[in-house]
């Protein structure tokens, strides 16, 4: 089908034109049916899905029904059975009044896909009314002098039948005088007319009462009646003529009351009263004329409002009598003007409500449109605003479909507030506006959103089992249980983490459980992926990683690494009485489990046999003398050693030293605490300790092989094995290896070791052992290992 599609920056809109109606409704044709009016109601018209060969069952799925102008239920379609049934009895004169043939046009509308088929059923007359007059008796006022031949026009009857059903013929009661003829008129109805036969005499009989019958064409006929009274009058000679026997005018539809539509004009040649001209309606039916005449000059003026979409024109006859009775005719025929003052009707067929968001183009709704107006007042313009994902069809006469225009998308925009808006092209335009609004219906296309990629969850050691630890979240943008999210753990990537019993997850809200107490020390961290899945068809996810890191709780006190405290014999450290301040004796290594500032150990000397004579370094737990030795200081003593972490509460240990002076343990030169800070500093780069290694080294062994040539020249006859007594005792043989896992900065060995036999307290070797980095005191213990050799004439 063709349409017109005009635009304007405002808003779209789309008509039809005039010529472009004329060819559709040159090339559609219609099913048409026809029925007698007062037809029961029920009455099966025909099986209307037969006929236009469709499926009974096609009717109840595609939502097929009947559709006429103003929305009237007139027919019934049973989608069952596929027949058209009649709704109510119809009454062709009150569809159709005078309009012959009487076609009432319907629209089958089908859904998914929307189609129209045009459907005309037409009524056909039967005899239901009789004729009637619209008056009781009929007063004629005849001179005696009248001539045989001379015609007396009488008022018409009504009959709302047509064709043959309407009055056919008149006949009048048995008399001498008159007969009567009938005529036809302009509009095809027949009129009669009195014709006298004989002439009167009004001393023999003064008045005549005769009845007039009015017979139609049905079978059987119908017929109605009226009286004519005629009264004879003495001589008159000359009957009142109009000067036009026809008169046609046009009349405005909204000419206000009382306004003039004619002047009619009659002359009559007698003189007195009988040349006196009197105007009345021939038809002066008070109840369908809405005219009235003045019945001394001839105004036909308007007494009722004139409406063109119900009476478009009116024959209306006119008589003019004299005062002596006699009479003439004439016609006036009004043609009433239409006027734009009918706006335009909407009738909303199908809304579908609401509208998958996705779809392509999607029929929205289906309506007709009709303005009862002629010609341009009747032409109708259909519009929306032109901001909207909507687009308006024309399909079968005067019907349109509202689409989308593209797809929609309910996260975007969830309903539409449409305005329908009909104009007609009449002066001055009218419009009608029809406000709708579609909903968009959800679909499960967006999967659910975390409100973070990635989440890092912290959680104290020793937690409590089933502790709440921290959510995830997600969001979906659909609606409905298309946004209902339920949450999982998704199988993690490493298949040694036991995840089912650290942690589970809350399917309804997100919130994450440590299903047991975690250990800082056994697992510091670890992660997973958790899933947010919808519940929409098809099932939408998606994925966020969570990292838990397991915070360090104070849960571990110090362990002494050296000296052991194990139990077994203590390690005596040897120190000789011609140490200086500061000399380095020993130090105590500890290392503590914890992190951070839990494992910050500090060191405390809490007892000593000789307060004053050694010195602790609170941060690296190196033993130290204080002040020069003398022969007054004991030989043994005993250092009790505080380690400490730096947790809150803070948790500590305790290590127990023993250290003996030795006569003659000299060390010619003793790097002070300065000194071995700086080397430390020094130490961090390894080409400087490279360098520092070789030259201690090469050092060492220069000093080693000139001390033993001296020695061997001077006691070449001697033993080559020395004795020395201990005071206190056997030095128990032991290797300690200290590595810096603790605070010990620097990492060294070395091992004392005697003879045998237990009793003599006698040195077997003093060996240095070397390890793969030397210290920062190498130096210094290697110069200890040299002299003390020297003293006891080691080799």
């Known amino acids: 089908m063709e349409t017109a599609l005009a635009k304007t920056p405002q808003k779209r809109q789309v008509m039809f034109l005039a010529i472009l109606l004329l060819l559709w409704e040159a090339g559609s044709e219609a099913v048409r049916y026809s029925i007698p009016e007062e037809t029961e109601s029920g009455y099966s018209v025909a099986n209307l899905a037969k006929d236009l060969g469709l499926r009974v069952g096609e009717l109840a799925t595609r939502s097929a029904r009947i559709h006429y102008k103003g929305d ?31 076609i009432l046009h319907f629209q089958l509308l089908l859904e998914n896909p929307v189609q129209f088929f045009q459907t005309d059923l037409q009524l056909t007359d039967i005899n239901d009314h009789s004729p009637e007059f619209p008056e009781r008796e009929m007063f004629l006022k005849i001179p005696e002098s009248t001539q045989p031949g001379t015609v007396f026009p009488l008022k018409i009857a009504q009959d709302f039948d047509i064709g043959s059903n309407t009055v056919q013929n008149y006949t009048i009661s048995t008399n001498s005088h008159f007969h009567v003829a009938t005529h036809n008129r302009g509009d095809g109805r027949k009129y009669p007319e009195l014709v006298l036969d004989k002439a009167l005499d009004r001393e023999e009989r003064p008045e005549l009462s005769l009845t007039l019958t009015a017979l139609d064409g049905g079978a059987p006929p119908r017929s109605g009646t009226t009286t004519v009274r005629i009264v004879v009058l003495d001589n008159n000679d000359n009957a009142p003529e109009f000067l036009k026997s026809l008169y046609e005018v046009q009349v405005p539809e909204n000419s206000p009351l009382n306004s003039l539509v004619v002047a009619v004009s009659a002359r009559d040649l007698d003189a007195g009263a009988y040349g006196s001209v009197a105007y009345t309606l021939f038809q002066g039916d008070e109840v369908t004329q809405p005219f009235v005449i003045d019945e001394k000059t001839g ?22 009598t004299d005062g002596g009775g006699l009479s003439g005719k004439c016609t006036v025929a009004i043609e009433v003007v239409d006027v734009n003052d009918n ?69 975007i925009q969830a309903e539409y507030n449409i305005t329908i808006t009909v104009t007609d092209l009449g002066t ?8 709708i609004t579609v909903l968009v219906s959800d679909v499960n296309d967006n999967a659910p959103a975390f409100t973070q990629t990635s989440y890092t969850l912290f959680v104290r050691e020793n937690n409590s089992p089933a502790l709440h630890i921290g959510s995830v979240s997600a969001t979906d943008r ?30 309804d809200n997100g919130h994450l459980f440590a299903l047991r107490s975690l250990d800082y020390e056994a697992l510091q961290e670890f992660e997973f992926r958790v899933g947010a899945t919808d519940r929409g068809s098809p099932e939408l996810s998606s994925e966020a990683l969570v990292r838990v890191l397991v915070l360090d709780a104070n849960d571990n006190s110090p362990f002494v690494l050296y000296p052991l405290q194990n139990g077994s014999a203590p390690c005596t450290e040897l120190v000789p009485r011609a140490a200086e301040p500061g000399y380095l004796v020993t130090k105590v290594v500890a290392v503590d489990g914890d992190s ?66 030795v006569d003659g343990f000299s060390q010619p030169y003793l790097p002070l605490p300065e000194a071995a800070a700086a080397q430390a500093q020094a130490d961090s780069l390894t080409v400087y300790l490279v360098v520092a290694l070789a030259s201690v080294s090469s050092l060492f062994l220069l000093s080693v092989l000139l001390f033993v040539a001296v020695r061997l020249c001077r006691r070449s006859r001697e033993a080559s094995v020395g004795r020395c007594s201990v005071p206190e005792g056997p030095f128990p043989g032991h290797l300690v290896d200290v590595s810096g896992t603790g605070t010990l900065s620097q990492s060294y060995q070395y091992e004392v070791c005697l003879t045998g036999d237990s009793g003599t307290g006698e040195f077997k070797f003093l060996k240095p052992i070397i390890p793969n980095l030397l210290p920062q005191s190498a130096g210094e213990e290697i110069r200890k290992t040299a002299a003390f050799r020297n003293n006891f004439g080691l080799n």
């Open 72 to 102: 009237k239920e007139l027919l019934q379609l049973d989608i069952k059975t596929g027949n058209l049934l009649l709704y109510e009895k119809l009454d062709r004169e009150v569809m159709c009044g005078t309009t012959e043939p009487c």
């Open 299 to 320: 105004e036909i003026r308007l007494k009722r409002a004139l409406d063109f979409e119900v009476t478009p024109y009116y024959n209306v006859e006119i008589v003019a």
């Open 343 to 411: 706006a335009p009707e909407l009738t909303m067929s199908t809304l579908s409500s609401p509208t998958p968001e996705n779809a392509p183009e999607t029929i929205v709704a289906v309506f007709s449109v009709s303005d009862p107006d002629s010609g341009d007042n009747g032409r109708m313009i259909c519009s929306i605003q032109n901001d909207l994902p909507f687009l308006l069809k024309p399909t079968l006469k005067n019907f349109y479909t509202l689409v989308t225009q593209r797809t929609l998308d309910r996260e």
């Open 428 to 435: 001055p335009r009218l419009k009608t506006e029809h406000n």
């Open 478 to 507: 659909d609606s409905g249980t298309n946004a209902l999210v339920t949450y999982s753990l998704l199988p993690p990537q490493d298949p040694h983490l036991p995840l089912a019993s650290l942690v589970s997850i809350n399917t």
């Open 596 to 661: 951070g500032q839990n494992a910050w150990l500090s060191y405390q000397l809490l007892k000593a046999t000789e307060p004053g004579l050694f010195g602790l370094w609170a941060h690296n737990g190196e033993v130290r003398t204080a002040r020069l030795l003398s022969e007054r200081d004991a030989a043994k003593h005993r250092l009790v050693v505080l380690v400490k972490d730096n947790g809150e509460p803070p948790r500590s240990a305790t290590a127990t030293l023993h250290v003996l002076l």
